[in-house]
């Protein structure tokens, strides 16, 4: 059975960049069929795709996102990664990994989520 | 992408049929069959339980059911359950080659 968790810091300065990792647990993230995923759940609001990385290393952003990002993989430590860079206010929300079954498809396993604020 | 359109909120007594509606446009709905369905209790891994429209997780019982017509799809439950007390989230793929989900549903089991 597969788990996600995801880790990194809850607080983050603005302008700074949001690092955030999510380790993959009971299976491998190289062995393929997964689009291993980044969303995030402003406060309040409902649910946004950020993004999603393959095992092959190929990512696709959303493009309405206004922090530039990065999502990469780790093999060697079965972990992807999200990068938002130069973050504001806008981007405090609590961050989720997941899998997905395809790049148009649904997520069939998340993380419990990280909470992650943007605040001098 | 707008967000897709969910009721904020539906209420149901145990054993009874809810359906909670999930409005989007001919470019993402109404125009693929890539639309799926989570349970979130708040604190917790959202939890996937239709995807492809009307397809169940291994798992998911299937007193959950979905469908669409047009641009709405739709996520019934019959045979409410006190544990079934969530917010749902619909998603779907969309014409721009993105996922968009719902504003979410609350739905409370009276």
């Known amino acids: 059975q597969v788990q996600l968790q995801e880790s990194g810091p809850g607080l983050v300065k603005p302008s700074q960049t949001l690092s955030l990792t999510c380790t993959v647990s009971?299976?491998?993230?190289?062995?393929?069929?997964?689009?291993w995923s980044w969303i995030r759940q402003h406060p309040g609001k409902g649910l946004e795709w950020i993004g999603y990385?393959?095992?092959?290393?190929?990512?696709y952003y959303n493009p309405s996102l206004k922090s530039p990002v990065t999502i990469s993989l780790d093999t060697s430590k079965n972990q992807f990664s999200l990068k938002l860079s130069s973050v504001t206010a806008a981007d405090t929300a609590v961050y989720y990994c997941?899998?997905?079954?395809?790049?148009?498809?649904?997520?069939?396993?998340w993380g419990q989520g990280t909470m992650v604020i943007v605040s001098s | 992408q707008s967000a897709l359109t969910q009721p904020a909120s539906v209420s149901g007594s145990p054993g009874q049929s809810i359906t909670i509606s999930c409005t989007g446009t001919?470019?993402?709905?109404?125009?693929?069959?890539?639309v799926s369905w989570y349970q979130h209790h708040p604190g917790k891994a959202p939890k996937l339980m239709i995807y492809?429209?009307?397809n169940r997780p291994s798992g998911v019982s299937n007193r959950f059911s979905g469908s669409k017509s047009g641009n709405t799809a739709s996520l019934t439950i019959s045979g409410l359950q006190a544990e079934d007390e969530a917010d749902y989230y619909c998603?779907?793929?969309?014409?721009?080659?993105?996922?968009?989900f719902g504003g979410g549903t609350k739905l409370t089991v009276l």
């Open positions: 997941a899998s997905g079954l395809g790049p148009n498809d649904a997520f069939d396993i």
């Open positions: 009971g299976g491998s993230i190289s062995s393929g069929g997964s689009y």
């Open positions: 990385i393959y095992y092959t290393g190929s990512t």
């Open positions: 001919s470019s993402d709905v109404g125009g693929y069959n890539y």
């Open positions: 492809e429209v009307s």
């Open positions: 998603s779907s793929y969309t014409s721009s080659s993105t996922l968009v």
